[in-house]
T-cell receptor
Framework: KAGVTQTPRYLIKTRGQQVTLSCSPISGHRSVSWYQQTPGQGLQFLFEYFSETQRNKGNFPGRFSGRQFSNSRSEMNVSTLELGDSALYLC?????????????FGAGSRLTVL | KQEVTQIPAALSVPEGENLVLNCSFTDSAIYNLQWFRQDPGKGLTSLLLIQSSQREQTSGRLNASLDKSSGRSTLYIAASQPGDSATYLCAVRDTGNQFYFGTGTSLTVIP
């Protein structure tokens, strides 16, 4: 059974550019959540999608957005990149059901903003 | 707002020792709590998940407990091995489906 796949694994952008990251969940998982991890702030929740709808959102500016497709794959977009957006972006998927909700993480996309 | 704290931030133990990692949270209205390990530069690997109605979960040498009333969870690792060296994170999912992570405990097991 394939795990959670994130692409690209590494990318370098310059300030002001935008970036799109992709996350393919485990087959059958309908919930996808996104996180930003930095040395200073740790792991912070960005948003969660379930059945193509944003179900929850963390405390990030509107430059951070996401969407989920009918096959449960999800993308997140960051516009007008700032130096402080350099981070490891992680996505996780889970199966919603009784006794479930275990988060399974991908390996992450490491973004460097110059 | 939920706050999750992990103490200690770093821990170094000799191989074979039993150890306990601590996680505390401020709001007891949680849906579940999950423990993860993270190896340098990599994603998170799920270790144990405890539903809010449960008191503990066990997997191999790992045992996690949950005391909602006091806002605490512990992860017990028996007979530690060098391969256990990693950062351990706890995460709380609250009843509003928000996720909150602790800052982690960096564990080093010395051969």
């Amino acid at each position: 059974k394939a795990g959670v796949t994130q692409t690209p694994r590494y990318l370098i952008k310059t300030r002001g550019q935008q970036v799109t990251l992709s996350c393919s969940p485990i087959s059958g998982h309908r919930s996808v959540s996104w996180y930003q991890q930095t040395p200073g702030q740790g792991l912070q929740f960005l948003f969660e999608y379930f059945s193509e709808t944003q179900r929850n959102k963390g405390n990030f500016p509107g430059r951070f957005s996401g969407r989920q497709f009918s096959n449960s794959r999800s993308e997140m977009n960051v516009s007008t990149l700032e130096l402080g957006d350099s981070a490891l972006y992680l996505c996780a998927s889970s199966w919603e059901g009784a006794g479930a909700n275990v988060l399974t993480f991908g390996a992450g996309s490491r973004l460097t903003v110059l | 707002k939920q706050e999750v704290t992990q103490i200690p931030a770093a821990l170094s133990v000799p191989e074979g020792e039993n150890l306990v990692l601590n996680c505390s949270f401020t709001d007891s209205a949680i849906y579940n709590l999950q423990w993860f390990r993270q190896d340098p530069g990599k994603g998170l690997t799920s270790l144990l998940l405890i539903q809010s109605s449960q008191r503990e979960q066990t997997s191999g040498r790992l045992n996690a407990s949950l005391d909602k009333s006091s806002g605490r969870s512990t992860l017990y690792i028996a007979a530690s091995q060098p391969g256990d060296s990693a950062t351990y994170l706890c995460a709380v999912r609250d009843t509003g489906n928000q996720f909150y992570f602790g800052t982690g405990t960096s564990l080093t097991v010395i051969p």
